[in-house]
């Protein structure tokens, strides 16, 4: 049995009251939230909000389609931890995977609420990339032994996040949209703590 991680069992507290905080519920026009520095720090930006939808004007093309890329990430991420977590045995790791579960709940209701459903772009926004990941990953998980599940977690898991990261942090470049922008550097830095997590919770 791995030991249990202390730092990796606070962190991920952190995380479930509020890392990676969703985007704000202010009117489009307002400033953005700066970043949080680490996932400690981004627990004093709150849980998110469902938010209100942004105008369809002040968002590009390149914005809708990561939203839309996001919301299906995000759906894959909530499958993968649902899954497992009646069968993971260290606490740590289940902490952190409730952790993923809650904040991602909360963007995931920001995000499709930002999406436009008509005008420009709505059809982007309606395809949200229900097959978003590995399928193999998830037949990974359920058939996996009760020993196995938590190893097992923790790969499937860090690669997903690493991909979330990935693709956030190519979107601070390229997005129009500041607010949009602003969530992106918050999923890139969540996600990347996770993945150092997800590696912690397996140090013996």
């Known amino acids: 049995m791995p030991r249990r991680t202390p730092l990796a069992t606070l962190v991920a507290a952190l995380l ?13 026009s307002a400033l953005p939230q700066p970043a ?39 759906e894959r991420t909530l499958q993968i931890v649902r899954l497992a977590r ?13 952790a993923v579960e809650a904040t991602e709940g909360d963007e995931l209701a920001a995000m499709r609420g930002w999406l436009p459903t008509t005008g420009p772009g709505a059809s982007a926004a309606a395809h949200h990339h229900d097959g978003h990941g590995d399928d193999a990953a998830l037949d990974r998980l359920r058939t ?7 190893r097992v977690l923790r790969d499937v898991l860090a690669d997903h996040q690493r991909s979330a ?32 997590l997800l590696r912690g919770t397996g140090t013996p």
Request: hydrophobic residues 40%.
């Open 144 to 150: 996996a032994p009760d020993a196995d599940v938590d």
């Open 36 to 74: 949080p520095a680490s996932p400690a720090g981004s627990a004093a930006a709150g849980s998110a909000g469902a938010g209100s939808a942004i105008e369809a004007d002040a968002m590009s093309g390149i914005d809708v389609v990561f939203l839309s890329t996001m919301v299906g990430h995000s």
């Open 16 to 28: 479930l009251t509020g890392a990676c905080a969703g985007p704000p519920t202010s009117s489009p």
């Open 165 to 196: 990261a990935d693709l956030a942090r190519s979107h601070v470049g390229v997005g129009r949209n500041e607010r949009v922008r602003d969530l992106a550097r918050r999923i890139e830095q969540s996600r990347t703590a996770e993945v150092e």
């Open 86 to 98: 009646d069968r993971v045995r260290d606490d740590a790791l289940r902490t952190l995977a409730a």
